[in-house]
């Protein structure tokens, strides 16, 4: 993973990057997104990455839901 990070975050620059276990958190531009995700794709052959958007501001990670404030917090 460490590889993988590595390559892709002087590419797409995320804003924030966890990750626990084999589920990883990442806040990237909207514009960024599908660029990040391919690159995720291409880089490791043997792990594929899915992802989910948030719905109404609301994002579920692991056993947590997460909420975007109006502000964008």
């Known amino acids: ?3 993988l990070e590595a390559i892709a975050f002087p590419l797409a620059n995320p804003k924030l990057w966890l990750r626990y276990v084999d589920d990883a958190f990442v806040i ?4 960024q997104l599908e ?3 391919n690159i995720l794709n291409a880089t490791l052959p043997g792990i594929k990455f899915t992802r989910e958007k948030e719905s109404d501001a609301k ?3 692991l056993d947590v839901l997460l909420q975007r404030q109006l502000d964008g917090t």
């Open 28 to 31: 990237v531009r909207k514009v």
């Open 35 to 37: 660029h990040l995700h």
């Open 1 to 3: 993973m460490q590889r």
């Open 59 to 61: 994002l579920p990670f």
